[in-house]
C-alpha cells in the first residue's frame, strides 16, 4: 500500500544515469544526518550517514554532500537501477537536548528504462 | 531485515476505539522511537523512550501514549481513535548515542473506520 504522501517532489531518471536528491534541513545545531530510502509498504532503511565535522562521504554506489553554510544536504547515486526507486529521506539528528531524528519531506526517485 | 519487529503489521478498527501497538527493538539497542506516517504529514516524531524512561517528545496526541518495559520492548497506546489517526506508525531503535544508527521497523498499518 501507499506510504507516503501524494505531494513529494519527483526526480525521474534514467537506468544508469546518476541521480542528485537534494534536502535542505532546518536546524543549524543538527550534528548528524542519515538519508533512508523508504519503498512502497516498508520501513525507512538505512543508506548512509554523514556527520557535521565531515562534508562529503561515500558508500557503495551513493555520496553524501553535506554544505553547513547553506543547511543543505544531498545524496547522489551513481549508475541509478530500478531497484533504486523509492522515496528518499533525510534525517536530521539533534543531540543538543535529545537525540530524535527528524524527517524531511522525502523525494520520490523514479527509474525509467 | 533491520531487527526491529512490529506488531500487529495491520489492524483495522472502529472510530472511538483504543488499539496497542507493540514493538521490539534489535538486541542490544536501549532507544526506541515511534513515528507516525500519513498520507498529507510525512513521517512525524512522536516520542522516543531510553532504557524504559522517557527521554524525547514530538507531535503525540494526548490520546496516544507510549511506555518502554524493563525487556526493552515498547508499546503505543492509541485511544478514542478518529479517521484521521489511520496511517503507518513506524518502531525504530538504536544503541541510545547520538551518532548512532537508527533502525526502523516495517511498521503496523492502521485503518480507522
Known amino acids: 500500500g501507499e506510504s507516503v504522501g501524494l505531494h513529494l517532489p519527483t526526480l525521474s531518471v534514467q537506468e544508469g544515469d546518476n541521480s542528485i536528491i537534494n534536502c535542505a534541513y532546518s536546524?543549524?545545531?543538527?550534528?548528524?544526518f542519515i538519508w533512508y530510502k523508504q519503498e512502497s509498504g516498508k520501513g525507512p532503511q538505512f543508506i548512509i550517514d554523514?556527520?557535521?565535522?565531515?562534508d562529503k562521504r561515500q558508500g557503495q554506489r551513493v555520496t553524501v554532500l553535506l554544505n553547513k553554510t547553506v543547511k543543505h544536504l544531498s545524496l547522489q547515486i551513481a549508475a541509478t537501477q530500478p531497484g533504486d526507486s523509492a522515496v528518499y529521506f533525510c534525517?536530521?539528528?539533534?543531540?543538543?537536548?535529545?537525540?530524535?531524528?527528524?524527517f524531511g519531506t522525502g523525494t520520490r526517485l523514479q527509474v525509467f528504462p | 531485515d533491520s531487527g526491529v519487529t512490529q506488531t500487529p503489521k495491520h489492524l483495522i478498527t472502529a472510530t472511538g476505539q483504543r488499539v496497542t501497538l507493540r514493538c521490539s527493538p534489535r538486541?542490544?539497542?536501549?532507544?526506541v522511537y515511534w513515528y507516525q506516517q500519513s498520507l498529507d504529514q510525512g513521517l512525524q516524531f512522536l516520542i522516543q523512550y531510553y532504557n524504559g524512561e522517557e527521554r524525547a517528545k514530538g507531535n503525540i496526541l494526548e490520546r496516544f501514549s507510549a511506555q518502554q518495559f524493563p525487556d526493552l520492548h515498547s508499546e503505543l497506546n492509541l485511544s478514542s481513535l478518529e479517521l484521521g489517526d489511520s496511517a503507518l506508525y513506524f518502531c525504530a531503535s538504536t544503541s541510545g548515542s547520538t551518532g548512532n544508527t537508527i533502525y526502523f521497523g516495517e511498521g503496523s498499518w492502521l485503518t480507522v473506520v
Open positions: 554523514i556527520r557535521s565535522n565531515m
Open positions: 538486541s542490544g539497542d536501549l532507544s
Open positions: 534525517a536530521e539528528n539533534t543531540a543538543y537536548n535529545t537525540d530524535k531524528l527528524i
Open positions: 536546524n543549524s545545531a543538527s550534528d548528524y
